[in-house]
């Protein structure tokens, strides 16, 4: 039986002021997954890994995924999908949307491209909605693109890839569970009109930053006075993250998607291992426990393992 | 006695979706005005043009920026200005920034210039504050810059040229008034954190498109879910102009500044042209009286006409 086997990496989508638009791959941490066609109906999923994801398709990210797909196959029966998850789900970088990027691009292999990168968003947002009830792209998009990537539009899909300068990436993930959702309902409807304002002027300054490679400019722009104020309250020690990383000399960072993983970016690599051992320190203090990742912009997205 | 001689040209603050953020300059109507030392103390203003504006310097915008400058300046007694306008007040093509730019750029080159942009930037926003209430960078910076500018911040500034591609302006001017200060207190003062995230997609979008060189993206992005809905019921003819705009070719456009004037960019003269025609067929039809600019977007902001 033909399969294939594909690495999905994790993501770091809102990026600060980006709320719901922004988001940019990792080359670490990354899930591996496999799917092969399969003569029973449906999708059926194995896990390999101990995170106890579920295993009827309709309730897994990958399967839901994989099931819009063959919504719009008519000669395929079904997948196969095997699991084998690095990622730690709710940790707040893209965990769901690795599983469902990555299923979407493997089977996309198995039936020789037949589907554009737009498609395939399409089919990995059904994945999202099981994850966290909203359809999202800022996590699948850079999973699927690589690199930094901004979501216009959702509704028409209209992507563009950033194409941003060597950055380096510390995560930090204290181990308290946020839920997507609780972390969506303490938001506001309605926002000032003048911090509005100050936010577009940081996500268009960003924006400019990334794309003239101006780093003092890209961390001029990381500040969010919309989001973080309200949602870094879920998040211990968060306060004291940001501004030792800062004085460390990190560009600028904040909460990663709806957290509670926190992440900083960076000139260099010196600087961004500096950045990890003053995260170390404050949760050490704290007495909370965590893992790090020090790791740098992916630029290709989700990419083949083997294929047989 | 010495003098100096400038052109300042109007510029379009907005932008469509950079409220408050955005601004670029124009190659027409441009101001030309002349400033030489005085030794009576103060500003003194003497008027060319048939605007009747305020002479006395505090409620002169040109006036109030100089003034804002020799309060920094110990040696100088006083300032004479000459004012040559063709820039009509309150058609929101930034006529007071252009007063206000051009004065205190004309007096900097008689004082060897010694002062920086960011300074010029800062005492021409008293002139804003004289024409409008409040003191915006919008109109200022790029009138000063030339080109396209992004005001990221006020406080502190934080001024950045975007390297926009070659682009075509057209601007009319319907002969009606709309105060600054009126478009400005019609507008909410909370907005739906949906609709914000949709404009910081869209206004991401345009910088995104502008230093990309990508027309159909600028055109996409050119959308505006907050200020045009309610500020362009006080603009007649203009749903129509902006429909008929677009489908005479145009990349998209709407309120300029806080309006009457409404402006579209086109990727080239000739579809600058035929959106002009548009706009005067949609007038004409109205029976509002109207001027209409065929141009192209600045690059140098205000430039010394003649130093004697």
Not at 111 to 131: I, P, Q, T, Y
Not at 289 to 307: D, F, P, Q, R
Request: glycine share 10%; proline share 4%.
């Amino acid at each position: 039986m033909k399969e294939v086997t594909v690495l999905s990496p994790a993501t770091v989508a809102n990026v600060v002021c980006g709320f719901d638009i922004l988001g940019f791959a990792l080359n670490d941490p990354i899930d591996e997954l496999t799917v092969s066609l399969s003569d029973t109906p449906g999708v059926t999923i194995i896990n390999k890994d101990d995170y106890h994801l579920p295993t009827k398709a309709e309730d897994n990210v990958s399967g839901a995924a994989l099931l819009a797909m063959l919504d719009e196959l008519k000669e395929i029966t079904g997948f196969e999908l095997v699991s084998n998850k690095n990622i730690k789900p709710g940790s707040g970088i893209g965990s769901s949307a690795a599983s469902a990027a990555g299923a979407v691009i493997a089977a996309n292999h198995l039936l020789g491209n037949r589907f554009s990168r737009e498609d395939l968003v399409r089919f990995a947002m059904f994945g999202e909605k099981v994850a966290s009830g909203v359809k999202h792209a800022d996590n699948i998009a850079p999973a699927i693109y690589g690199g930094v990537t901004l979501i216009r539009s959702i509704f028409p899909l209209d992507i563009v890839s950033l194409d941003a300068p060597e950055l380096h990436v510390t995560v930090v993930h204290p181990q308290i569970e946020v839920r997507t959702s609780d972390a969506r309902q303490i938001l506001k409807q309605r926002v000032l009109l003048k911090d509005a304002i100050k936010q577009w002027g940081n996500i268009a300054g960003l924006v400019a930053g990334l794309l003239k490679h101006d780093y003092d400019l890209i961390g001029r722009s990381l500040e969010d006075v919309i989001i973080e104020p309200v949602r870094s309250i879920l998040i211990p020690g968060f306060d004291e993250v940001k501004l030792k990383c800062r004085e460390a000399g990190a560009l600028g960072g904040g909460i990663s998607g709806s957290g509670p993983s926190i992440f900083m970016l960076s000139r260099n690599g010196e600087s961004a291992v500096q950045v990890e051992s003053v995260m170390k320190e404050v949760y050490n203090k704290i007495g909370l426990a965590y893992h790090t990742h020090v790791t740098t912009i992916n630029m290709e997205g989700v990419k083949l393992k083997a294929s047989y």
